[in-house]
């Protein structure tokens, strides 16, 4: 069941600062190779711009990169300069001596995000500022003031295409466009499987291989995630996939669903892994991966082991052990590993019964918690593990807690957020502990203190393992939607079964429940013949009843003999079939193990010089796509980012290397040329819109409508700029 830490180990202090500074290290590195990168893309941009009105005879007095005063510049005649050399020029020029020095100055200014060239006549913010000089911007014919303008963007489109070729020519290592994990529940669990012949299940399922998404030929597992986040509202995605042992193509229809994490459309896949155990470096790390292998009975196996056995049957990747662990019913799964070495280690991994995971709406200051539930069931949070603070403080491990001050029974995302929300203070915590008989006895501690961080001194988890003892079901999951629903709430079914927190569930149709992995068993088996019937119909209806013996808490009383209570439990086809869609989860993590990668690669320049074609044109679709769905809801302004967010993903995608840092350069070059080239006024596509304006009319907008819209483009602009970095800064903090 689930696991969460409440308190942080604590290291030597010497290691910590180490580790700090190494980090610290490594991610200023990255930044200013991002900066660099991102200065080099508004260098390209801009140097179109002035090439283009080079060509076309226009003085220009500036080309600057990055904004606000000049650092240093340079100007043919005049050299090198701290500050700008403009007001030196003009007085030269004014007494006649200038002759040798060129009217363009080239700026380094102080702000190095951004860029421009300053042409005579031409000011986006004041319209009016014309010039009548035979060079100047507006004496220039319109047609080639519209290839000034959009030489910018041009060029950004160009310097993209170089750059996916140069990547592609050298290889991008990325996941395969394949199926590792379809989370329980999911829509991706729920896809409608068809083909010629075809009888088995529905839902996607590991080791599935995406050959079409629609019509396009997805070249990562990446494409899958994109097309999930770009798809329209109620939109399926209609997928063709190749099953193994399956001899033909299969056709798969997704519905995405919004996800309560990234609030982005997904279907609820991960990419394939390898069978090779992640390589673990650093005394420390080895020293941590060994305690959680003893805890987890796997003391023996070492990082950088290979999977070689499953039950027997060789495993070339993950795929197999996935399978089994879904196919298992429970039941253990004997796994061999062998490391490089040709030293063996064999085990039994006895599978957890999966549950629903919901990320459930978040107020202001609260933590991010997903909720485990069945149905709407959560188990009772305990105390795993105690540090010395805590237990100076009465706690003990094995401890169920019962009451935390007001807030009784809760479970791990009720509890935690209780006790962070307190920090600096005390609290009243009552907890069922056993006693010599192994009788739950309920002990009071008063003036339990919580730390600056908000933390006791524990490891919490559930107790869904050992017994099923629940929590109230989480009001918010009722603003959690139904799958194609746009109007009825999701009521989970628990709210119509438990009436008090800390209620025990002892059997259902007369089959005794242990654990929260029997109860799941056992609701399965009274609601088969239902299932059946209704995982055949587009559009279930109905119920099924079960009955339900339980045990409801008073306090003081000893929950063994507490009165039991019989009740009849309704469950509707949609909680049917979201019961029978969860599957079984591994012991030893599916993250443990590497991903599997692919290496995109031309077979030489001419292939890679297409593939980049393609990306480009790809990026370039998928840029503008994203503004429609912008318009229509599937993707909201919080998904952008700004400058802050740009920067922190670059140091991120730096720090996989060299190949993807040019690779986000050129996304970031088609984006940019992108927005660069939108309608809008004070940016290249507004100017070009006039332009046309004026080849077709044979004169200007008048300067009245170029100043509203220019002051109308500033502010929109202005405002989405404060949006997005405001946003960054929130992400960034976790707020």
């Not at 080239?677 to 596509?685: N, Q, T």
């Not at 077709?696 to 907008?701: D, E, L, Q, T």
Request: net charge neutral; aromatic share 6%.
């Amino acid at each position: 069941m689930g696991r969460a830490d409440s308190f942080v180990q604590p290291r030597p202090a010497h290691l910590r600062a180490i580790e700090f500074t190494m980090i610290a290290i490594s991610t200023i590195l990255n930044l200013l190779l991002v900066m660099l990168g991102f200065g080099f893309i508004v260098f390209v941009h801009e140097l179109g711009h002035f090439l283009a009105a080079r060509w076309a005879g226009i003085r220009v007095l500036a080309f600057a990169i990055g904004f606000g005063p000049p650092v240093i510049t340079f100007r043919k005649g005049l050299g090198v300069r701290r500050g700008s050399s403009e007001r030196e020029y003009f007085n030269r020029t004014a007494q006649g001596l200038a002759e040798g020095v060129s009217p363009t100055e080239y700026r380094l200014n102080a702000l190095p995000f951004g860029g421009y060239v300053k042409m005579l006549g031409q000011e986006d913010l004041d319209p009016s500022a014309v010039s009548s000089a035979s060079d100047s911007y507006q004496r220039c014919k319109p047609w080639k003031r519209m290839v000034v303008i959009s030489a910018g963007v041009v060029m950004n489109i160009l310097s993209a295409l170089i750059i996916f070729a140069g990547v592609f020519l050298v290889g991008l290592k990325v996941e395969p466009a394949k199926i590792g994990y379809v989370a329980p529940g999911s829509a991706a669990a729920k896809a409608v499987v068809s083909g010629p012949g075809y009888a088995g299940d529905a839902g996607l399922k590991p080791g599935d291989e995406i050959l079409l998404i629609g019509d396009s030929k997805p070249d990562s597992f990446n494409s899958i995630a994109l097309a999930s986040s770009m798809s329209g509202p109620h939109e399926d995605l209609e997928l063709t996939i190749q099953r193994p042992g399956v001899a033909g193509p299969l056709k798969a229809k997704v519905t995405p669903e919004t996800s309560r994490l990234s609030g982005l459309r997904e279907i609820g896949v991960e990419p394939p892994r390898t069978n090779v155990l992640v390589d673990v470096k650093g005394e420390e790390a080895l020293k941590a991966w060994d305690e959680l292998a003893a805890k987890f009975g796997f003391a023996g196996l070492k990082p950088g082991m290979r999977l070689d056995r499953v039950n027997g049957e060789p495993a070339t990747d993950l795929t197999p052990l996935v399978r089994a662990i879904d196919a298992s019913d429970g039941a253990p799964v004997r796994v061999e590993f062998v490391s490089g070495t040709g030293e063996r280690f064999a085990t039994a991994l006895t599978p957890k019964a999966a549950l629903r995971s919901d990320v459930l709406p978040k107020a202001p200051g609260e933590i991010t918690l997903p909720v485990e539930h069945l149905l709407g069931l959560t188990p009772v949070m305990r105390v795993a593990k105690t540090e010395e603070r805590a237990r100076q403080q009465g706690l003990r491990e094995g401890d169920i807690i019962a009451r935390v001050d007001d807030v009784e029974y809760p479970s791990l995302w009720q509890g935690l957020p209780q006790i962070r929300s307190h920090p600096g203070q005390s609290l009243t915590i009552a907890v069922l502990r056993k006693n010599e008989t192994g009788e739950l006895n309920e002990v009071t501690l008063n003036d339990v203190r919580v730390d600056s961080r908000g933390t006791i001194g524990f490891t919490a988890e559930d107790v869904g393992e050992e017994m099923v003892l629940v929590a109230l079901p989480a009001p918010k999951l009722q603003a959690l939607r139904r799958p194609r629903s746009t109007t009825e709430p999701y009521v989970p079914a628990a709210a119509n079964l438990i009436q008090s927190p800390g209620t025990q569930i002892l059997s259902v149709n007369g089959a005794p429940v242990a654990n929260f992995g029997a109860l799941r068993r056992a609701l399965r088996g009274a609601t088969k013949a239902e299932f059946a019937a209704w995982s055949r119909l587009d559009q279930p209806a109905g119920s099924v009843s079960v009955e339900v013996q339980l045990r409801q808490p008073e306090r003081g009383s000893i929950l063994g003999e507490l009165p039991v209570v019989t009740r009849r439990w309704e469950l509707s086809a949609q909680d049917v079939i979201e019961l029978h869609s969860l599957g079984w989860d591994s012991p030893l993590g599916l993250g443990s193990f590497d991903l599997e990668e692919i290496v995109q690669r031309g077979a030489g320049p001419i292939d890679a010089m297409g593939m980049g074609l393609r990306k480009t044109k790809e990026v370039m679709l998928t840029t503008y796509l994203t503004f429609a769905r912008l318009a229509q809801g599937t993707v909201k302004v919080e998904h952008l980012k700004g400058p802050v967010g740009i920067a922190h993903l670059g140091t991120i995608v730096a720090s996989r290397g060299t190949v993807w840092l040019f690779f986000f350069m050129g996304l970031i070059s088609i984006n940019l040329a992108v927005i660069n080239f939108l309608p809008l006024p004070i940016v290249d596509g507004g100017q070009f819109l006039f332009l046309v304006f004026e080849q077709v009319r044979g004169k200007p907008p008048p300067v009245a409508v170029q100043n509203a819209a220019a002051l109308v483009g500033l502010v929109l602009i202005g405002c989405m700029f404060l949006i997005v970095t405001f946003n960054d800064f929130k992400n960034l903090l976790g707020l």
